[in-house]
Nanobody, 128 residues
Framework: QLQLAEFGEVSVQGGGPLRLSCVAS????????MAWFRQVPGKEREGLAT???????WYAPSVKGRVSIARDNAKNTVDFIMNGLKPEDTAMYYC??????????????????????WGQGTHITVSS
């Protein structure tokens, strides 16, 4: 089981970068796929980026080219960067983890229902 906690600046300027970090506590972190989602009121959680146990990354088409994800299995962390921020990027951002079905987690999922552990979320406000 993993516990996840997100960290980062909560108020950012439009046009600038958003940098978020997530620290996991628990066992077998490296065997989990990690991802970042966001949610605005009245809408479903939107998957943005995911990285599997091998470090292979996938990005949602809606944000590809603006985001990056990276993990450090030694530190149990996963980082997220989004560039070119717009006011419509204002949302609650979540770190999440998906258990491996075998020895390691592989492949990508952008459906929130596929994920097993969630951080509390960090609300990010982008000013124009």
């Amino acid at each position: 089981q993993l516990q996840l906690a997100e960290f980062g600046e909560v108020s950012v300027q439009g046009g600038g970068p958003l940098r978020l970090s997530c620290v996991a506590s628990g066992s077998n972190y490296s065997r989990h796929c990690m991802a970042w989602f966001r949610q605005v009121p009245g809408k479903e959680r939107e998957g943005l980026a995911t990285i599997d146990s091998a470090g292979i990354k996938w990005y949602a088409p809606s944000v590809k080219g603006r985001v990056s994800i990276a993990r450090d299995n030694a530190k149990n962390t996963v980082d997220f960067i989004m560039n070119g921020l717009k006011p419509e990027d204002t949302a609650m951002y979540y770190c999440t983890a998906r258990r491996a079905s075998g020895a390691y987690c592989a492949g990508y999922r952008f459906d929130a229902q596929d994920y097993d552990y969630w951080g509390q979320g960090t609300h990010i406000t982008v000013s124009s």
